[in-house]
């Protein structure tokens, strides 16, 4: 399966349509990026059953802003509407597998409860301030 490039008008879309998703944030120049490029082509056509996007980070600026992009590439993995996974740099091809691997064997129920304890204990934190 092929790349799908996002932009700020279906990045949205892609994500709540799919399960899983990978996303390669690159811009041409970069020269990581382009080292990158083809593990990650690669690894769209071992795994078709996941969506395999790319952010052009200099088309792109609002949406790399959004996801406080320092560096590049960075490769994000979403699961259900969750960040499970965000990390620069490119990848070996070895450690893409180990990745995407231990992305699939999260016991989404558990990542989302360890999300809703966290923001509890937040708002628990600064919810006095609040109530007033």
């Known amino acids: ?8 008008e279906n990045f949205d879309q892609v994500v709540a349509d ?11 120049w970069c020269g990581p990026c382009r080292q990158f490029a ?12 996941l969506v395999f996007a790319k952010v052009d980070t200099e088309a ?10 320092q560096s590049i590439p960075t490769l994000m993995i979403i ?3 969750v960040a499970v996974f965000a990390q620069p740099g490119a990848l070996p ?8 691997g ?10 989302r409860k360890s ?4 923001q509890a204990a937040q708002q628990a934190q600064g919810g006095g301030q609040q109530a007033q």
């Open 1 to 8: 399966m092929s790349t799908i490039e996002l932009t700020k």
């Open 18 to 28: 799919s399960e899983f998703v990978l996303i390669d944030f690159w811009a041409s």
């Open 38 to 49: 083809p593990v990650y082509e690669q690894a769209s056509e071992r795994h078709a059953d």
């Open 60 to 69: 792109q600026q609002e949406l790399a802003a959004a996801f406080e992009i």
């Open 79 to 81: 699961r259900d509407n």
């Open 93 to 100: 091809e070895s450690a893409l597998e180990d990745v995407i």
């Open 102 to 111: 231990q992305a699939r064997g999260l016991d989404m129920d558990e990542v």
């Open 115 to 118: 999300i809703a304890d966290a």
